[in-house]
């Protein structure tokens, strides 16, 4: 099939075949970063000061506000992306955007639980906290740029 210009259109066969590549890019896409967040998790982490005292590393836990820790960046911006990696694996669903954010926080959640008998790691609801806010905050910014994405779309339509 061509169109009035002489270029070939693609057939349904095509645009299949290209949305099962997307699919599979977006899940890998998902699913490196769900096993980066996994490693991350559960790989030791020094609980003192590389350098006894006074060094770097306690010049960085000094100048944290008060009440951030020194993970909370890692665990808002890991589940922040987890979740917009999330939202085109369950395009096509109602409420796809929701089940992301679901997923991402229930991941969270689960890695929290494989911490607690590790022994040199710990559950902590403060940090299924964060990562469910991280995870909330991607799951809304992932919907936004989808909706301005297809408004613009629209817009060039016309």
């Known amino acids: 099939m061509s169109d009035p210009n002489g270029r070939s259109r693609p057939t349904r066969r095509d645009r299949g075949i290209r949305r099962d590549r997307e699919i599979r890019r977006d899940r890998a896409r998902a699913l490196a970063v769900s096993l980066a967040l996994f490693v991350g998790s559960v790989v030791p982490v020094p609980l003192e000061s590389p350098g006894g005292g006074g060094g770097a590393f306690d010049r960085i836990l000094d100048a944290l506000p008060a009440g951030v820790g020194l993970t909370d960046p890692f665990h808002l911006v ?4 987890l979740a917009v990696l999330l939202v085109p694996v369950t ?3 109602r409420l796809g955007g929701v089940l992301a954010v679901v997923g991402a926080v229930a991941f969270g959640f689960g890695i929290e639980l494989v911490q607690a008998p590790i022994p040199w790691r710990s559950f902590a609801w403060r940090d299924a906290g964060v990562n469910a806010v991280g995870a909330m ?3 809304v910014i ?3 740029r ?5 408004t613009n779309d629209r817009d060039g339509d016309r």
């Open 91 to 93: 395009r096509g669903r």
């Open 137 to 139: 905050g991607g799951g």
């Open 78 to 81: 890991g589940y922040a992306v």
């Open 146 to 150: 989808r909706s301005v994405s297809s």
């Open 142 to 144: 992932a919907v936004v």
